[in-house]
């Protein structure tokens, strides 16, 4: 039975020379096709750095980008959450954007957990309330987002597809038709 096998799915050990050069060169060759554009930052944890943090991003993305908008919009509440919620004042932020072949933007947001906040969660804030709805903001223009644990603080990704974004923009007039107030 085995001899009708086909080869490719015998177990074959390798020398440990050829393993290595084999997954040398095969990250040398996936590394540079993953993303287009990449930047890696960090900002002191102070609320006038925000700026600074959307400037760097449009730098990255550029104004004809289609997801640039809904991208500031997402990493400012990120940026500004961890700023206030995940550090201590003074402490760095971790900001990566990365721009994906199809024009997916993925952003990391990375705090030190030494502020006054708990984790990341979404809450639904009642009417008078004057904060938390930031993440239900994300949670609604991400494709998708997640929280995680990095080492005392938290790393909240978000990715954003074009696609995504056309379809919200050709879908938001009539949207909100529906619930203008004369």
Request: glycine share 8%; aromatic share 6%; charged share 25%.
């Amino acid at each position: 039975m085995d001899a009708l096998r086909p080869m490719r799915y015998m177990p074959v050990r390798l020398p440990m020379r050829i393993a290595r050069r084999l997954r040398r060169s095969d990250e040398r060759c996936r590394r540079p096709w993953r993303f287009l554009r990449s930047e890696v930052f960090t900002v002191p944890a102070d609320p006038s750095q925000l700026a600074n943090v959307r400037a760097r991003l449009r730098a990255t993305l550029g104004s004809d980008h289609l997801c640039a908008d809904t991208a500031e919009s997402v990493l400012s509440e990120l940026a500004a959450n961890a700023i206030v919620h995940g550090c201590a004042p003074g402490d760095p932020v971790r900001v990566t954007i990365r721009v994906t072949r199809r024009a997916k933007v993925a952003i990391t947001v990375t705090d030190t957990g030494r502020g006054p906040g708990t984790a990341p969660r979404i809450r639904f804030a009642g009417t008078g309330s004057t904060g938390g709805r930031g993440l239900f903001l994300v949670a609604s223009l991400a494709s998708r987002w997640s929280v995680r644990r990095a080492g005392t603080g938290h790393r909240v990704r978000a990715l954003l597809d074009p696609r995504d974004a056309e379809s919200a923009n050709s879908a938001s007039p009539l949207w909100l038709e529906d619930f203008l107030e004369y």
